[in-house]
Every structure is written in C-alpha cells, then in structure tokens.
C-alpha cells in the first residue's frame, strides 16, 4: 500500500468517526429568575423542548421547560424548586420533550408528572413498554370509532339518569366540598373499564393519601394508575400531571382496553395555566386567564374519546362557585364535553349522596347507547321529578290537593322512591341489569 493509499484511508477512518458522533448541543445561561419564569440566552432551543437548569455553587440540577421566545431569549417554566439556582446558572438543552414511562407494570402505582415514583413500589417496575411522549395529538376525526354502547360506572343517578357511553367525554361541576372525589372514587372501583387512569391535579397532600387509601381502596387501586401533583408543586408540574395521564391513558387504549380517565380538576389545571402564561408576560382575558388557555383546553379535553383501537372515557372535574355559567373555564369545559353531571349543594346538606341534580344534569350520548326501554323509563322518572319540583312548596306547607292533575298525584307519591333509588351508599354498587329493573318498578 502506498503512502498516499494509507493517508486516504485515515482520513475516511476519521471521517466516519467524526458522522458517529452526536454533536454536542450548546449551552445557555441564565440572564433572570423572576418567580415562576426564568430567562435565559440558550441558542436553538425549541418551544416545549426540556432544558435542564444547573448551577455550579450549589449543584443543583432543576428540569425546566421552554414555553416562550422573546427576541434572543428563551422563557422556561421549571418543574421542580428553583431554590439554590443564581446568575452563574447553565441551562443544557436536551433536544427532547417531556417523556413518560409506560407499560402494565403501572398499574396499581402511584407516579409524578414527571414520571417519577411516588409510593414504595419497585423501580423501574416490570413489565414495562419504554416511554411516550406526554404531548400527544387527538386522533383524527373521522378515525374514531362511534359510541354505540354504555359504560357501567356503578351509579345509580348516572348510569340509569344520565347514561354515559364506552368513549364519551363528561363533566363533573360543583363547589368544593360536596364529594366529587368521593364519586370519583365509587365510579373507579365500580366501573367495567379495563384500566383506570387517575390524575389528581393541585389537590392537598392530605387527600392524595386520603383518596388512595381510604376511598379507592385496594380494590379499585389494583387496576388503577394515579398521577399527582399536589397543589404545593410548580405550576408546570401541576399542568404537566394532567398530560401525562393522558398520555398513560392513550398507551392502555392503543393496546385495545376500554379506559376511564378520571381528572380532578380541570380547574386547578387552569389555574396553573394562568399562572404560567400571566408570568411568561400573556395578556389575561376572561377572569385574567391567558389566551393560550383556551387554546390548550380542547387539545387536552379531544385526545380522550373513542379511538381505531381503544377507547377513554374520560371524567373531569370542575369547580365553580355560585353561577358556574360566570365561570370562564365551567364554560369553555361544557361546551366541549358531551354532558354535564351537576353537583347540588343543596342534596349535600340533607346526607344525600350522590348529590347529582339529576333535572339540571344532561348526557348527550345517552339516546345513543342506551336501550329504548331504558330510556322510556328515565323520561318518567324525570318527567316526575320535575312535576314534584313544581310543587314542592306547596307540599311542604301542606297546601298541595291531590286530584288536581294525575301526573303531579303520582310525583307526590312516588318521589320518596324515587329519591332512595338515587341515594347510594358508599360501597353499595348496582350493575347495569339492576338499575333497569329498578327504573321499571318506579316509571310503570
């Protein structure tokens, strides 16, 4: 071999080594840290890319997210404390998104929004499928599967009243401290879904543990995955918790499972929201809520629904308080749902649980998905409700004289059944089969 032969091959040798080598990304520097946004110079930094904050004195290492860019600067939103962080902070860009992991071996766990274990359990458990990314797309339109069957949730109100189907979307509206999650969690250890996701979002640290341990229970726990971040955590990771339960819930459905996504709360979610883009230097709207809210809210609320394969069926919370209808968010969240189930604070304060206003409540799926029978009997049963409101006064006054109109003499008699059909007692679930039954005898 010639000398010249040999250089040549050196040069090619070298070559390939230097195309085998990932380039090194640049790093930035933090230029402010103005209370939830940190400013800094970082050259190519995508929107939503993850950059990991660390600091040289204090060695920390805080994971950050890029939401915004302003001229030659990049605006993060850290999820994790930014104490112990200064002016000498780098910022190292990952070239990657918010990651989560996933597979059968969540089931039965409790993770962060950032994916990280929460209970004592193994990690990394087994049984595990590699990650997903948490910002996931809704499937297309005309790719979804049509919702022609119900889903049992365990309820009487709601599965004989307001039938939900396998792939809807509803709502849960009420004041605080009335029991949405106490029914959140009767309809995660009652329902016939294969998988239940569970995303707690900015609830006290107190209920997380209350709600897995008294109120799921290891019944419900067992085929339930539980995503927290409570309300002392950043505001990204509490936005972020609500996306990675869905990206969970997405993995179950894309492996053909009937999923239910339980959320509680949008509300809170949009707090956090707010917090963030007010910060990023958003003009607020409605109630001081930034424009991006409502852009990011249907992204959120369309990736649940039916799916090719799978299908989530999702449940969010909303709080509101007085008149939800002045409540930018209780709006936007029932106008993209498809119903609303409403939380009387009334029914609470005289012991009645479920307290689900059941004439002020609406499923927009159930003509589709329940039988013609079933429906025939919910009418009434409305129909009488709805006659005995009328005249409840006058009931209770003893002004009422029976004889006066046949539909009303028989919504007097019958409501104190009607009622104690739509009382349910903790731990007292009815199938399907049974609350039809059970309708029959009230409506005939």
């Given amino acids: 071999m010639s000398g010249d032969e040999g250089m040549d091959n050196i040069v090619r040798r070298l070559q390939g080594a230097v195309r085998d080598v990932a380039p090194r990304r640049p790093k930035g520097r933090v230029r ?7 400013h ?85 458990p087994r049984n595990m499928a590699g990650s997903r990314a948490v910002a996931g797309s809704p499937p297309e339109p005309l790719s979804r599967g049509l919702i022609e069957e119900p889903i049992q949730l365990g309820i009487r109100a709601i599965d004989g009243l307001l039938t939900v189907g396998r792939g809807q979307r509803i709502g849960i ?41 008294r109120q799921l229970g290891p019944q419900g726990r067992a085929k339930s995955v539980v995503v927290t971040a409570t309300s002392d955590r950043p505001a990204m990771e509490r936005v972020k918790a609500a996306h990675v339960a869905t990206a969970i819930a997405e993995y179950f459905r894309d492996t053909g499972r009937s999923v239910l996504l339980l959320m509680d709360s949008v509300t809170r979610y949009a707090r956090a929201m707010r917090e963030i883009g007010l910060a990023a230097g958003e003009p607020p709207t409605r109630r001081g809520f930034p424009p991006s809210l409502f852009a990011t809210l249907p992204r959120l609320l369309e990736r649940s629904g039916p ?51 059941v004439l002020r409540s609406r499923s927009r799926l159930m003509e589709a998905v329940a039988p013609a029978d079933h429906r025939r009997y919910a009418a009434r049963i409305r129909e009488l409700m709805s006659r005995y409101q009328e005249v409840e006064l006058l009931v209770r006054v003893g002004e009422y004289e029976r004889g006066s109109d046949k539909t ?8 104190d059944r009607i009622n104690a059909f739509l009382r349910q007692p903790a731990g007292h679930p009815s199938s399907l089969a049974e609350i039809a039954s059970q309708m029959k005898g009230l409506a005939e």
């Fill in 32 to 38: 402010s840290l103005l209370g939830v946004i940190v």
């Fill in 40 to 124: 800094a110079t970082v050259p190519h930094v995508r929107l939503g890319e993850l950059c990991h904050l660390v600091d040289p004195s204090s060695h920390r290492r805080v994971l950050a997210e890029v939401v915004g860019l302003a001229d030659d600067m990049a605006i993060l939103t850290p999820i994790g404390d930014l104490a112990g962080l200064s002016s000498l902070t780098e910022v190292v860009p990952t070239g990657d998104e918010l990651r989560v992991p996933v597979g059968e071996g969540l089931l039965g766990r409790v993770i962060s929004a950032v994916g990280e274990p929460l209970d004592d359990g193994p990690w990394p």
């Fill in 173 to 213: 509206f009420g004041e605080p401290g009335i029991g949405k999650s106490s029914l959140l969690a009767e309809i995660a250890r009652n329902t016939d879904a294969d998988v239940v996701v569970i995303g707690l979002i900015g609830e006290r640290g107190r209920e997380v543990r209350e709600f897995i341990d």
């Fill in 307 to 357: 799916a090719p394969s799978g299908s989530i069926t999702g449940i969010y919370t909303v709080l509101v308080e007085g008149d939800g209808m002045l409540d930018p968010v209780a709006e936007e969240v029932q106008a993209i749902l498809d119903g609303h189930i409403i939380l009387s604070p009334d029914l609470a304060q005289r012991n009645h649980f479920p307290a689900i206003d």
């Fill in 408 to 415: 009303t003499d028989e919504a007097v008699a019958k409501i």
